[in-house]
């Protein structure tokens, strides 16, 4: 197998920013073909793709990401290459500086409950394509939120929920 996907930090250019979606681990990761991978490990912002590993995979799935219901086409592409005999790096010396313009508060609140939604939708479509490795991602993710109801368990249900109804067959 060949390395397809390669990915590193993301820090904030604006100081004034939130940390939440930066990457900041100095750790090297190598994900191994039919490995798994946490949602936010590697994310769009900050990752490279070879063209024949882009070609080999179809490339994004169209009914994921920015300005879609489901935003979580980075992770879908990269599970999607990693089962379909493709390797992924995350080197932390491939440093973007990235600019989101998001605050604490109520700006990562929001996009908090965006982003459990997408792992909803994310965790259905893998589970739903026979990727069974990801049960025991899902159980990790489900885990950790905490025992009382809180905004984030519940967008996740109901991303996995709608995306089940919207793509009954995926």
């Known amino acids: 197998a060949e ?5 590193g930090r993301i820090l904030r250019f604006d ?4 940390l939440y979606c930066c990457q900041l681990s100095e750790r090297y990761r190598f994900y191994e073909t039919g490995s798994t991978v946490r949602p936010g490990a590697l994310q769009g912002a900050n990752f490279a793709i070879r063209r024949v590993t882009f070609d080999a995979i179809g490339g994004f799935d169209e009914t994921l990401g ?4 489901y935003r979580c086409e980075d992770i879908d592409f990269i599970a999607r290459a990693l089962a379909n005999g493709w390797e992924a790096v995350y080197d932390p010396e491939l440093v973007v500086y990235h ?3 998001r605050r604490d508060g109520e700006d990562v609140e929001s996009l908090r409950q965006d982003n459990s939604y997408a792992c ?5 479509k893998m ?6 490795n990801y049960r025991y991602l899902l159980t990790i993710y489900v885990l950790s939120a905490p025992i009382r109801p809180n905004m984030k368990l519940i967008s996740f249900f109901k991303g996995w929920r ?5 793509y009954p067959r995926a």
């Open 127 to 132: 589970l739903s394509l026979g990727y069974g």
């Open 99 to 101: 600019h989101h313009g």
């Open 3 to 7: 390395v397809g996907i390669a990915g």
């Open 120 to 124: 909803g939708a994310f965790f259905a």
């Open 15 to 18: 100081p004034a920013d939130s």
């Open 162 to 166: 709608d995306y089940r109804h919207d």
């Open 66 to 69: 920015a300005g879609q219901k």
